[in-house]
């Protein structure tokens, strides 16, 4: 009998281990919603480019799940999906995250267990969500003119600083979290807050970028990160705020087509080929208007000869005023319609007017311009 033991004992223990192995290669999300009694609850991985429903359940009277999911190679991100309404959560471990909410308020009035960053994901989402009503509420009041532009953008800018600053906190405590990496690449409204061609904002790239590069060197949010950081590094060591991209390759994207007092639309692509663009945002109603119109005016007057053209995109709500402006300037002058809504903000980064970027002669974006003090050198140099 003892012999028996002995010879069944270690067969038994390794089956123990083997199970304990198998178990440990998975993570656990469980918990209970409220009130979704036939309700659906989605299990979603959040990739760079895309997100797959990776598995999902029909919720009971209880309203508890429980999904169990193999270990990711490297820290990656998930979500619960109830309705329209989305829990974020981070995995970088076998850890079990516990979840409970009710269906009504599933994406604010829940609480998380088992995670750390989870619980600050949590934080960092709820900070996003008052954000983007502070905004909708600043764009109504503006839209129902309780508040002029200047009020407006003024407005919006401070409610983004709030959601900023907390996710700064949190990506300076540890770099390498899957919080920091969470907070960097989040955006609001399609506006991106921390912006890799700003020199304070691409030294948080870098800090995390380094931290997953040293521990999960093959993670494509590795690659994502870094190729990201080295990007924006790249063009500020080069003296650029350049976004490097095509216009003339991403017309779909990137491309812009408006109308000038004339009412004749004139396309950004169609008329950068073979000349030096400056592609200029701004705002005929904002108090810095006339004294950039007239740098602008004085630097078109010099090298307007040698090859060099100004598209300048207004963002004025009043349509009146923009024309009664814009009728006197020698440059092509277009309206954005959309005013402070429009798409072209958002494509090209925009959080402050005026904004310009220097396109080269092929229509590539050589130079993001925030500060226009040393204007006139920046676009020289493309000339000569």
Request: charged share 25%; proline share 3%; aromatic share 10%.
């Amino acid at each position: 009998m003892n012999m028996l033991i002995k010879k069944v004992l270690p067969a038994f223990c390794f089956i123990i281990i083997f199970i304990s192995c198998e178990k440990s290669n998975e993570f656990v999300i469980k918990g209970n919603i409220s009130e979704a009694k036939n309700s659906v609850l989605y299990l979603e991985q959040v990739g760079i480019h895309k997100i797959s429903v990776i598995d999902s359940v029909k919720l009971n009277q209880k309203g508890k799940f429980h999904f169990n999911e193999k270990r990711p190679k490297a820290p990656d991100f998930y979500r619960l999906r109830l309705n329209k309404q989305f829990i974020d959560i981070a995995v970088d471990s076998t850890e079990t995250i516990s979840i409970q909410a009710n269906a009504s308020g599933f994406n604010r009035n829940y609480t998380v267990e088992g995670s750390e960053n989870c619980q600050k994901i949590k934080e960092l989402s709820l900070q996003r969500i008052s954000t983007a009503i502070e905004l909708k509420r600043i764009s109504d009041a503006f839209s129902m003119k309780e508040i002029n532009q200047d009020e407006f953008i003024k407005q919006s800018h401070t409610a983004i600083e709030g959601y900023k600053s907390l996710a700064q906190k949190y990506i300076l405590e540890n770099p390498a979290s899957t919080t920091a990496y969470y907070a960097l690449l989040q955006t609001i409204d399609n506006l991106v807050i921390f912006d890799p061609y700003k020199k304070e904002d691409n030294r948080l790239y870098g800090a995390v970028a380094t931290q997953w590069d040293f521990r999960y060197p093959d993670s494509e949010r590795t690659k994502h990160i870094v190729n990201i950081s080295l990007q924006g590094m790249k063009s500020l060591k080069s003296g650029n705020t350049s976004l490097n991209y095509s216009v003339k390759k991403t017309v779909e994207i990137f491309d812009i087509n408006l109308k000038t007092i004339s009412g004749k639309s004139i396309k950004l692509s169609e008329i950068v080929s073979g000349k030096i663009t400056l592609l200029d945002f701004c705002s005929y109603q904002t108090p810095e208007s006339p004294q950039h119109n007239i740098l602008l005016a004085k630097i078109y007057e010099k090298y307007k000869e040698k090859g060099f053209q100004i598209y300048q995109i207004s963002i004025d709500a009043d349509e009146h005023a923009w024309k009664n402006a814009a009728s006197n300037l020698p440059w092509m002058c277009v309206r954005d319609p959309e005013s402070i809504y429009s798409q072209s903000l958002r494509m090209y980064n925009i959080d402050k007017i005026p904004t310009s970027f220097i396109l080269d002669k092929e229509g590539e974006i050589v130079e993001r311009i925030d500060s226009f003090d040393n204007l006139e050198q920046h676009i020289a140099k493309y000339l000569q």
